[in-house]
């Protein structure tokens, strides 16, 4: 089957040529307005040596003035043209500058050709291997290195085979069998579209045919598969909403909903308003299963006979886009297509060096940086390796605070310690220990600066728990950190990981049906937010000790302040480290106020 649109990538380093070169395939095969070309000829940038009248093809793409003002690329441009046998080409410019390469690797996600662009005057350069390297990792299906300028060196074959055998000296550590060398100058026009008349020594394709020859993969046994966009409900009537992604559907078909392993026949299928007998890939459908099963948003629907296992636990490639570093064991939001679901980096086992490909050891990622991780979700997911299937292997990390996309992964392949673990369920549940206790399990977590009162406080909450014959338990920071949290520092990721150790703790503690009491500086909103997402809502809450740091200093009562103001403790809350204030807390205490009205405020609300 032909795809109808085709994503194409331009990359190199700066002042290679790309932005010339969309440009002039844009001109020669009459994509772009004749006005927006009549501006071309008489715009010029700032240094610019295009004579008036002529043609400046790098502006017919770079779209920002900060651009246009350095004379450099640095968002991705798109633009699309018709190609001659009707399909649509989707063109992105990707920026060449290296504290860019976040930009060009997610173009490059997205991608089925990329051109990366060599001057014939400079060869092969840092920025070259960089960027086959991130289309290497992103499963871009074809390469076309086109070695441009050669204008400049008279059309030199002897420059055009040298800078091919420099290049292809450095393939071995890439996986790109379908790569194609083409001799080319994008300001003359030479092999961009026409054949060139410059350079009788080459007989191979123009750039234009290499693109228009690529088709995708065809697979010998194409299997369905679908992803739940919405469910729709009417009277008497519950069907699945979702496109047809990969091969069709007929009513009879039986299908497997994943992860839950479900098998359902498939009923009735509607289209336009009307039932039809099948469905072909890419039609938009609604889906009607006999007998009706339980499924949501984000799972995938496949042939009854594909092997696909539903996991939690992933290996991933991960660009990392924010300027601020990953951070392991934090909480960020995973999202799929319409799956979002809170997930965890648990490892993260090495960086990759984009210019030799060398796996580093790696405690973080910063941004631009590529590395290999593993995380871990809330529940199974049925996510594919993106080499395998780009639709059912991308994500996104977003952070749970500020809803930025902070990191663009693609999955390597499920782990399989997330396919050998079943939760085990037992009779005697949460509500059997709470009714043997009679009481309500919850967990109050005391969140405030280094001597705050949180300890104080929670003394005192379980003293008069106690006296009222309830079963409790304190999981003080401190007393974490003499055993189950002995290796954990100060960090932020080690920070991250005592709030999650600590709530995991405390989850079981619940389900024993305790109350349990948690004294943590917690400095960070998104780990007290993750830790609140693994309990059920109305089980979790949280206590801000909204104690003046001043006052903190002034009681001092380990004497951390003092070591911190000396230099002696790095990394800490108040002085070396920033506190982050709930932002929607169920109970904030007056730190300053007497601990008995403290410990009433908290008892009123709980009880």
Known sequence: MQTSVLRLLTCGSVDDGKSTLIGRLLVETDSVPHDTVGAARHVRRAGSTIAAGDIDFSLLTDGLEAEREQGITID???????LLDGRRLIISDAPGHEQYTRNMAV????ADIAIVLIDATKGVRTQTLRHLMICNVMGVSRVIVAINKLDAVNYSHEVFSAIKDDLLSHMSRFDLPDIDFIPMSALVGDNVVAHSTNMPWYAGSSLLESIQSWQPKKSEEVTMRARVQSIVRAEDFRGVSTTIHRGKVSVGDQVRIHPSNQVATIATIVADMKKVEKADEGDAVTLVFQPEVDITRGDLIASV?????????????????????LIHSRSYLLISGPTQIPVIVTKIRHSIDVNTGEEKPANTLVMNEIGVVEIATNAPL??????????????????????????????????????????????????????????????????????????????????????????????DGDNLRMGLNVDLGFTAEDRAENVRRTSEVGKLMLDAGLIVITALVSPF?????????????????????????????????????????????????????????????????????????????????IL
């Open 382 to 475: 049925a996510l594919l390796p993106y080499k395998e299937s780009r639709e059912f292997g991308n994500f996104i990390l977003v952070d749970r605070v500020t809803s930025e996309s902070v990191g663009a992964g693609m999955i390597r392949h499920a782990l399989r310690r997330g396919e050998n673990i079943t939760y085990q369920a037992y009779e005697v549940d949460k509500s059997a220990r709470e009714s043997a206790k009679n009481q309500r399990a919850k967990i109050i977590w005391l969140t405030g600066l280094s001597g705050s009162g949180k300890s104080t406080i929670a003394n005192a909450l379980e003293k008069r728990l106690h006296a009222l014959g309830m079963h409790s338990y304190v999981l």
């Open 305 to 325: 006979n594909e092997e696909i296992s539903g996991s939690d636990r992933f290996s991933a490639h991960l660009v990392w886009l924010n300027e601020e570093a």
């Open 107 to 110: 173009a490059a996600s997205r």
């Open 525 to 605: 909103e998104v780990d007290r937010q993750r830790a609140r997402s693994v309990f059920n809502e109305g089980d979790f809450i949280e206590v801000f000790v909204d104690t003046p740091v001043d006052v903190c200093i002034s009681r001092d009562p380990k004497g951390l302040y003092k070591k911190a103001s000396e230099g002696k403790i790095p990394n800490f809350t108040g002085v070396g480290q920033d506190y982050e204030k709930p932002t929607n807390p169920e109970i904030t205490i007056n730190g300053e106020v007497d601990t008995q009205i403290s410990t009433e405020q908290i008892l009123k609300f």
């Open 76 to 82: 991705v441009a798109y633009r699309s043209m018709s």
